[in-house]
């Protein structure tokens, strides 16, 4: 329990300006917020991903997905385990969600070069490949039955 409250301090400290613990935003405003992300925030709508889903891409995607996502994420993208993955503002959404899934890939790609402001998803540029970034993407379009993964190892102490 300790150190989840200490990871979470961590986590909150590099970045997450959105760490608070407020009411759930409301549905028309958080409709609202999707459409203007959707249509016009996220760029690179028409960028296809060059990498064909072949059973290698997709476990190169999952390694690198497990190396910088899970602790928001979960494993299995859909936040399996997170402890604040509802208690931040915005919360965390289920990669696997149709409000996600509804991105193109390239926008996809854009988000994971970004990142999202001012919220907590933090932007990936330089720290991983364009090929990584690709390979997650095939990942995020073909994530494991939620739970199948079991729970990131730094929530399970
Ligand atoms: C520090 C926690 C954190 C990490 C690490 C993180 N994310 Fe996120 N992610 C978030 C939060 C918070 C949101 C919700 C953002 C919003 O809705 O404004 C989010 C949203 C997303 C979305 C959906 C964006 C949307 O508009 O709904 C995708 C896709 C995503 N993350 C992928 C990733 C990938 C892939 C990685 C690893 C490269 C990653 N995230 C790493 C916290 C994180």
């Known amino acids: 329990m300790r150190r989840r409250s200490v990871l979470f301090a ?20 958080t409709e609202t917020v999707n459409y203007a992300k ?23 995607g999952k390694e690198a997905f497990s190396h910088y996502c899970i602790a928001c994420h979960g494993m299995d993208g859909q936040n399996t385990g997170v402890p604040f993955a ?20 390239g ?9 999202i402001r001012p919220s907590g998803m933090p932007g990936s540029s330089g720290t991983l490949s364009d090929d990584e970034l690709w390979s997650i993407v095939l990942y995020i ?17």
């Open 38 to 60: 959707h249509h016009f925030f996220i760029g690179n709508r028409s960028e296809k991903n060059p990498l064909p889903y072949t059973p290698q891409n997709w476990q190169d």
């Open 141 to 157: 379009r073909h994530l494991p039955p939620a739970g199948s993964q079991g729970v990131p190892e730094m929530y399970t102490h």
């Open 107 to 115: 926008q996809l790609k854009w988000i994971l070069d970004y990142g």
């Open 10 to 29: 961590v986590v909150c400290a590099t970045g997450l300006s959105g760490c608070k613990a407020t009411q759930p935003p409301g549905k028309l405003e």
């Open 86 to 105: 509802d208690h931040i503002s915005p919360p965390i959404p289920s990669l696997a969600s149709a409000e996600v899934q509804s991105y193109t890939d």
